[in-house]
């Protein structure tokens, strides 16, 4: 694929990677590629970045057809740049597109355009320890047609932030609230892609935990509302009797990067992994008869955050004492230094680029 390139006249000062934050400060360019019925993907291009115009008839604005990814580009000791395991997100994009309507992408040209636009860019990949570049691959529908049928006109874009470290003073637990009213994803439904409609939907529930002073929310399944399915927009693992527990992927989960990494991982090390459905009834006599061993959530930008409390119904329980478990930050460690590259790559994950 030819990606027509345009440089930034207006190039931004060099990166101060003491103020990273996160999500709020972009890259000098951005891709952008267009679809059109009956032509496919066309003009890919990489563009000073900008505003872009739309009609406000836009299929996304009213319709909601939108689908993104989250990954990051990581600053490796020897200076240069990887990423960790793009295909895994190109593929998910691909399913989130046949789910939503919306076209897929060729993987190669994906391939390529994320690793054109990360060169062009590179200067933003930062080096302080847990830093990184955020990527954040999009793409939706631009018809100016408030019926909606087929989408014709689709864009697919990539833009990055350079961001801080997740964890500034060390890894912390956090606290979770187990939601009892609002749900995240039923069968049939979204639940398995990442769109931008499932956030809508989640944010309620998110902003009255933090209300109540919980981080985030741990959501049951939509139907009985009794499974374990995911903590905020993370997956979630526990650690009962030795044994790793996770909820398995039956279309209301997304099948996270971060989640399928440490399956294989701790797989390698011997560790018994279930995958199957797991209610807060088991959680909590787990809990209560001290068999509950750790608990995390996990996904690209934390990595691993352990759960050091949990609030059901009015009752809070605590695990490990509220603090960091020794699986968790060994999870933390290995995946952080196959990321970062401080440790070698065993699984052949990492892709320089
Ligand atoms: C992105 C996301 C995850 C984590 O996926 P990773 O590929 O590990 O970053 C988990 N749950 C939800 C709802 C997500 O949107």
């Not at 890259?27 to 115009?53: C, L, N, Q």
């Not at 994906?110 to 847990?130: H, I, K, N, W, Y």
């Not at 997740?166 to 979204?190: K, L």
């Not at 230094?337 to 440790?343: A, F, L, S």
Request: with cysteine; charged share 25%.
């Amino acid at each position: 694929m030819e990606i027509k390139i345009t440089k930034n006249p207006n190039p931004a000062p060099p990166l101060d990677e003491t103020k990273l934050g996160f999500g709020v400060k972009f890259t000098d360019h951005m891709f952008i590629m267009d679809y059109t019925e009956g032509k496919g993907w066309h003009d890919a291009r990489i563009v000073p970045y900008g505003d872009i115009s739309l009609s406000p008839a836009a299929t996304v604005f009213h319709y909601g057809l939108e689908i993104f990814e989250g990954m990051k580009a990581y600053r490796t000791p020897d200076g240069s740049v990887q990423l960790f395991r793009p295909w895994e997100n190109i593929k998910r994009m691909n399913n989130s597109a046949l789910r939503l309507t919306l076209p897929t992408l060729n993987e190669e040209d994906a391939l390529q355009a994320l690793t054109t636009f990360v060169r062009t860019d590179e200067r933003f990949v930062p080096s302080a320890e847990g830093t990184s570049l955020y990527i954040r691959p999009f793409m939706f529908g631009c018809e100016p047609n408030l019926g909606l049928h087929k989408v014709k006109n689709v864009k697919f874009m990539i833009i990055a932030s350079p961001s801080g470290s997740y964890y500034d003073e060390g890894i912390d637990p956090v606290s979770i609230m187990i939601e009892t009213e609002d749900v995240r994803a039923v069968r049939g439904g979204t639940g398995y892609t990442k769109c931008g409609g499932n956030y809508a939907a989640a944010n309620r529930a998110g902003e009255k935990a933090e209300q109540l002073g919980y981080t985030q929310v741990l959501w049951l399944d939509g139907v009985e509302r009794k499974y374990i399915e995911e903590v905020g927009s993370m997956n979630v693992m526990f650690k009962i009797n030795g044994k790793i527990v996770t909820p398995d992927l039956i279309g209301t989960v997304l099948p996270g990067v971060t989640r399928k990494s440490i399956i294989e991982m701790l797989s390698s090390e011997g560790y018994e992994i279930e995958e199957r459905r797991i209610s807060v009834e088991e959680v909590i006599s787990a809990l209560e008869n001290g068999t509950l061993e750790e608990a995390w959530g996990c996904g690209t930008a934390a990595v691993v955050s352990p759960i050091g409390k949990l609030v059901y119904k009015g009752h809070e329980y605590v695990i490990n004492g509220g603090k960091t478990g020794a699986l968790t930050s060994h999870i933390y460690d290995e995946l952080t230094g196959i990321q970062w590259g401080t440790k070698p790559d065993r699984f052949g994950w990492t892709l320089k680029i």
